[in-house]
T-cell receptor
Framework: SQTIHQWPATLVQPVGSPLSLECTVE??????LYWYRQAAGRGLQLLFY??????ISSEVPQNLSASRPQDRQFILSSKKLLLSDSGFYLC???????????FGDGTRLSIL | GQQVMQIPQYQHVQEGEDFTTYCNSS?????IQWYKQRPGGHPVFLIQ?????EVKKQKRLTFQFGEAKKNSSLHITATQTTDVGTYFC???????FGTGTSLTVIP
């Protein structure tokens, strides 16, 4: 069976510090991978998605970036965090763009 | 940007009452998916609808896909406290989620 791992679960970072969130998927190959951000009490905002290694599509211009160095690894990064980067970050995978998405447990990021 | 709208944004019901959330798209959808997110948790896939006019049931939950494949609804009969959470629809290749409906069930 397939599993998705996302870490850390919570993170508190000062403004201006760098960020690296990692997501890995097991039990499948060449999945579609996604990063979402969810502000408190709000909907899901798609940040990045990837259909293959090295292929990243950005949905929202911002100070975040994503990389897919391996088939089942998806990384969300920032060189300098802003207060507005606070939120709940979710990684997800699907077999194709039309199949159900399966989410990781998420990372709660607080910027101080 | 997103083209899938959901109403209502919030709904409070007494336990035992019914609940419905609606999902509307400005364009025809190839299919639509529904997810549930419990408070503090992550979205979990519930169901996918593909055919025009399709109706699917999961116990007390009934999902419908409109004839024009531009809208969908989720109806819960006789809500229970375990139904609490936010319900999202997703369309347009499922990259884009609706705004969600947060359901509170009052015991």
């Amino acid at each position: 069976s397939q599993t998705i791992h996302q870490w850390p679960a919570t993170l508190v970072q000062p403004v201006g510090s760098p960020l690296s969130l990692e997501c890995t998927v097991e039990g499948t190959s060449n999945p579609n991978l996604y990063w979402y951000r969810q502000a408190a009490g709000r909907g899901l905002q798609l940040l990045f998605y990837s259909v293959g290694i090295g292929q990243i599509s950005s949905e929202v211009p911002q100070n975040l970036s994503a990389s897919r160095p391996q088939d089942r690894q998806f990384i969300l990064s920032s060189k300098k965090l802003l207060l507005s980067d606070s939120g709940f970050y979710l990684c997800a995978w699907s077999r194709t763009g039309r199949e159900p998405q399966h989410f990781g447990d998420g990372t709660r990021l607080s910027i101080l | 940007g997103q083209q899938v709208m959901q109403i209502p944004q919030y709904q409070h019901v007494q336990e035992g009452e019914d609940f419905t959330t609606y999902c509307n798209s400005s364009t025809t959808l190839s299919n639509i998916q529904w997810y549930k997110q419990r408070p503090g948790g992550h979205p979990v896939f519930l169901i996918q609808l593909v055919k025009s006019g399709e109706v699917k049931k999961q116990k007390r939950l009934t999902f419908q896909f409109g004839e024009a494949k531009k809208n969908s609804s989720l109806h819960i009969t006789a809500t229970q406290t375990t139904d609490v959470g936010t319900y999202f629809c997703a369309g347009r290749n499922q990259f884009y989620f609706g705004t969600g409906t947060s359901l509170t069930v009052i015991p």
